[in-house]
């Protein structure tokens, strides 16, 4: 299912397997507000693990990076689904936290980026439901339970994450970080990779995610990517990357990791939805009202709850290559 479009950045990207494109978003406009809707669902989050007496205060007196890692340790949990913008892979019920506000709506359909996108894919496009925002904790507030959507990423390839429906689908990852993302912090780490390149055989982990085993990686060939605020990293299926972890004492490295695809292709979890962000042919598809995503997720969640949830993973994890 090859896209027929033809453009600098997307031969770089094909070659290369990632491109870095900077000041594609306005910081204040549009990255600020995302931050400040996480701000309102951490103030949530604290007063109801103050009430469960789960937290000894609500620390509503801390700046936003600081609560988060003070409630993290103080919790022994991450709270991670309460920031996500998708749903998990297990355990799905009618009450389970996905984040849907305006904000992060508006970052999903920005003009910029998907002009940006649109270099890539066409002018038909689609928001793949493969997405998440990641809050990386500093090492240290991780404590023994290691999170890989707060903490370091391993060693993977997006394709991994969808079933083999989508193996010929070209899935553009769009990765976003809301605010300066260096090594101390925790940024992107690649190694070059073609678009011809096979699949790699990941080794699912509760606690690393779809991964490749090391035996399989040369770290040495990675390119670390600090980047700053309003800038986006695209990344082919292929492409073999990881992050650096956060080894400051008290920062978060915040991001969005964002799919778009050309619409008509399967997205690889079509349990969840997708939706038309651009179109040539079709305008009339293209969602322009965050209720209407929202109402999308919600939908999907109260199916899922009430239903066996189907398989999300391709991988055994009793295959030799991951002993």
Not at 70 to 83: R, V, W
Not at 169 to 176: A, F, N, P, R
């Amino acid at each position: 299912m090859t896209t027929t479009v033809t453009s600098p950045l997307r031969d770089e990207l094909f070659r290369n397997g990632y491109v870095v494109v900077s000041n594609v978003i306005d910081p204040a406009e549009v990255l600020q507000p995302v931050l400040n809707e996480y701000a309102g669902v951490l103030d949530r989050l604290a007063r109801d693990l103050a009430v469960e007496a789960r937290i000894s205060s609500n620390y509503e007196d801390l700046p936003f990076e600081a609560r988060l890692i003070q409630i993290a340790k103080e919790s022994g949990s991450t709270h991670t689904q309460h920031f996500d913008i998708t749903l998990p892979q297990i355990n799905i019920r009618a009450d389970t936290p996905i984040h849907l506000g305006d904000a992060v709506f508006n970052l999903l359909v920005n003009p910029n980026v998907l002009d940006v996108v649109e270099q890539i894919l066409g002018p038909e496009v689609s928001l793949n439901p493969v997405q998440h925002v990641r809050m990386k904790l500093p090492e240290h507030a991780l404590g023994d339970n290691p999170d890989p959507m707060m903490g370091k990423s391993p060693w993977h390839q997006d394709g991994a994450v969808v079933l083999e429906d989508a193996d010929e689908t070209e899935i553009l990852t769009v990765w976003i970080p809301l605010g300066e993302a260096n090594e101390e912090n925790g940024c992107m780490r690649v190694i070059p990779t073609d678009r011809s390149a096979e699949l790699v055989n990941h080794c699912p982990s509760p606690i690393k995610g779809a991964h490749i085993p090391d035996a399989r990686i040369d770290p040495s060939a990675g390119i670390t990517l600090p980047m700053t605020a309003g800038s986006i990293l695209m990344l082919h299926t292929r492409t073999v990357h990881d992050s650096l972890p956060n080894r400051t004492a008290d920062r978060l490295r915040v991001s969005l990791d964002l799919r778009y695809q050309p619409t008509g292709q399967p997205s690889g979890r079509e349990q969840f939805p997708s939706f038309v962000v651009r179109s040539e042919t079709h305008p009339e598809w293209v969602i322009t009202d965050p209720a209407e995503w929202r109402n999308g997720w919600l939908a999907a969640r109260r199916r899922l709850a009430e239903d066996a949830v189907p398989p999300f993973n391709r991988w055994d994890p009793n295959s030799p290559l991951c002993a």
